[in-house]
Every structure is written in C-alpha cells, then in structure tokens.
C-alpha cells in the first residue's frame, strides 16, 4: 500500500502500538545517498533539539549497511529515502533495516521499485518532475523534508510529547504560498546571478542549522552533479575557523540567510562578506516572510525553502551556460 503525507500520524501511531509487547521505540534513525540524505537532515536536527529520551543518526547508505549503530534493531524506525528507489546502496540498506527487525518507512516517488519490497510503509511525497523542478505547483508542505520532519515530530509527540504540533502543522500549510511568491519575486535576481556566474569553475554555498543541508545539496548536486563546477559547502559557524581565509574579491559565495535561532551566525558571516568579498548571493528567508511560521518551529522549514527557491537559480544557471541540469559523464552512464 502506498501512504501519503497525510498518513504519517496513523502510521506512527501503528509502529508504537505494534512494538509495545517487544519495548516500544527507542531510536529513530535517517538514511539516504545524496540528495535524498541531505533531505533528511532538518528531520534529524529536530530529534537532537526537542527530544531528550529517543536517540537518533542521520547515515549514508553505505556508512549504515558496513558499520551500523549498537543501538539499531527492533526497537528502532528507519526512516529512508530513495527518489527512484532503485539507488543499490539504499536498497541494500532498506534490506539490512528490515532483516534486523527494524520498522522500516521508505520515503520515495515511484510507486513501484526495488526497495518497496523491503518498507513496512511506503510514502509517497510530493515532486515537481519537470527539468528544472519549476513546471508544476506542487504541495511543498508534504516533499520529501516535511515527510521527514512529520515522523520525527510524531513520533515525539506520541511518546515524550511535544508542544509545537500544532505549530508544525500550521507552518507546513503556509509553506507553499511562501515558496510559490519567493520564486515570483527571485527570478530576475536569479538571472542576473547566472549571467554573472556563467564562467566561474568554483562556488561556495554557505549555510547553517537544520537548512545547512540545503546548501550541502545545491553544492553537491547542482554545482558538482549538474554543473560540473567545483564547489564546497560551508557551515556559517564553521566559516571563521578555516574558510574565510579563501575570501577576496574573486570569490563566489551563495548565502543563505535563515530565519530562527541559528540566524546569527549566517548574519555574521554575511558582515564578512560584505566587508571583504564582492560576489556573494544573499538569500534571506526573513525577506521573503518565511518568519510567518512559527518561531518554535520555523527553524525546520528553511531547507524545503532555500531548496525550493535555488530551482529559480539552477534552472537559469544552466540555460546561461547552456550546460543543462539532465547532463551527466559517470552517473547512470559507467560502472561505480
């Protein structure tokens, strides 16, 4: 059976309920490749900060299937992801979830592959799949982060409880309306950074707390995967301790700006940069309102909106450079 975001709660419910005769859940584990594990990182930043009993990993695939935690088993949730689900890597890991006895949630957008076989519940989340992801509206509140960030929350809710469901909730029904205006707004400053950017070989993204993921996935797999740029992601409080000795006027930097309690530390690197650098890219969330939601929880949304957004700028990075974002050399195409 295929669930949907809107499942989540029943299904969190079902897994405690059926594991209470053998313990009840004590761990909530992530794990994806790529993409599909920087998706789940606002999910696991959510479990370290609001949960004082459940233990929780954010794992590559691979990492996971050669050298699983001592906590993992039955008394655990796998929660992971697989766009296509058919990544081997994932797959396999799925496989070790399920033959330890785990109860496994794969988050995934077909409805038949390779790793359905191996999930206790498959949900399906919201993918917009045209080329540069800007073709269709979609329902930004049930991607695959939110899916995430509602089994965490759930999952909390029903066994140490949680305050903020509501505002959770609340949060996740303005998100798309935030997103849709964001990109109104952004598309001819995307432009204009395309055409700036159009011959650089390396861009830094920047980025902090639970969105650092979404400038971890803009450099991996735009700039990297889909642009052959070289580029790194850099944490905004890590940035004084090492990286801000590459800054000077040549310097390409992608900013994001996030609104909640890590802001601090991306304005700061922000002062930096404005003082010492020429060729940064801010993008604040604050001034696209995304400070409507919530300030308990709106820390978890800024990664579903700076991914949203970046869509704007990858879709005409790539038409400047006419390099289009399906381009590959390795992947799909050799054996690795």
């Known amino acids: 059976m295929i669930y949907t975001a809107e499942d989540i709660k029943s299904i969190v419910s079902e897994i405690i ?23 789940l990182y606002p999910a696991k930043v959510f479990m370290d900060r609001e949960s004082s009993v459940l233990r929780t990993g954010w794992i590559n695939s691979n990492e996971f299937v050669h050298s699983v935690p001592k906590k993992f088993g039955k008394n655990s949730i796998l929660c992971v992801a697989c766009h296509q689900g058919n990544t081997p890597e994932t797959v396999a890991a799925a496989k070790l979830g399920h033959e330890m006895g785990a109860a496994v949630i794969i ?13 206790d519940y498959i949900i399906k989340y919201s ?19 939110i899916c995430a960030l509602l089994i965490a929350a759930e999952l909390l809710a029903m066994t140490e409880g949680y305050d903020h469901l509501p505002e959770l909730y609340y949060g996740r029904k303005k998100l798309t309306g ?13 432009q204009a950074f ?40 850099i ?5 004084f301790h090492g990286p801000f000795e590459v800054t000077d006027e040549n310097t390409a930097f992608m900013l994001q700006v996030s609104e909640g309690s ?19 890219e801010v993008i604040d ?15 978890y949304f800024n990664h579903t909106f700076f991914n949203s957004v970046y869509s704007c700028y990858n879709s005409r990075l790539a038409d400047v450079r006419k390099h289009p974002l399906s381009t590959r050399r390795y992947m799909w195409k050799v054996e690795y």
């Open 127 to 145: 993918f917009d799949p045209s080329v540069d992801h800007l073709g269709n509206k979609i329902d930004h509140g049930s991607d695959k982060v």
């Open 107 to 119: 988050l995934t957008w077909k409805d038949e592959s390779p790793i359905i076989e191996f999930g």
């Open 262 to 280: 890590t802001r601090e530390l991306d304005e700061r690197a922000l002062t930096f940069l404005n003082k010492y650098a020429r060729r940064v």
């Open 17 to 39: 309920e059926n594991r209470k005769s053998e313990g009840g859940i004590d761990s909530l584990y992530f794990v994806g490749c790529g993409g599909s594990l920087g998706a």
């Open 235 to 239: 944490h905004s409080g890590e940035f």
């Open 194 to 233: 395309a055409e700036e950017h159009a011959a650089d070989s390396f861009i830094y993204t920047m980025g902090s707390g639970a969105s650092w993921s979404s400038a971890y996935m803009e450099s991996i797999c735009i700039f990297m995967e889909m642009q052959w740029l070289d580029s790194a992601a």
């Open 178 to 190: 935030i997103i849709e205006d964001a990109r109104e707004k952004l598309m001819g400053r995307a």
């Open 285 to 299: 969330a604050r001034e696209f309102g995304l400070g409507a939601i919530d300030a308990s929880v709106v820390d």
